[in-house]
């Protein structure tokens, strides 16, 4: 399905803005003081973008929300998921179109990171279909662990395994131009993938 996703900084406007439309809301550690491409991204469906535009500061997209795996355990609407997520902006490798990279990305890449992250609990691929204003990307990989510690621990098996992705991810994504990941606490303010506020019909 498609969904708006806007990037930006301010976690509180991310919140805010999330919770107006029932979205999802990604928000880093607000003590970790490194530089990030952003430091919030809120996933919704809304026929009211102005909503959204406070959480908007940085880039705003169209995209298609592809689920790979779901973790085992959920969480009260308004609260924060259990695990972190890590957030990867994606370019396409400049020798592919957008379609032939995010084809690659989608049958290629998607057994290859179920075989060899063995601690990813949680991944869900949002491919861009229209960059609005902001950065231009081909995706955000949503890549989630149980804990800090199995994210640094498990992200890979071996070092083959990450061999293995790292090859695989030279293939599709331009490593250059692809930003640094943001490690991220998930809040869902009603379902994930977000469905609009009202739906229709009514009685």
Known sequence: MHE???????PDAAATAAASVDGVCYAADPDDRREFPFRTLVRAMTDDPDLLTPAAAVGTYLAFSRVIRERPLGSDPGTASPGLTA??????????????????????HVPLALRHHPGMWDYTQLSVVATLNGPSYDGFALVAFASLDDMRERFFGDDHDREVIRADVAKFADTERSPRRVITTETIYRQRPPLPAVTWPHD
């Open 4 to 10: 708006l996703v806007v990037t930006g900084n301010d």
């Open 87 to 108: 957030i990867f902006p994606m370019v396409h490798h400049p020798r592919l179109t957008h379609a032939q990279g995010d084809s690659h990305w989608r049958d290629t």
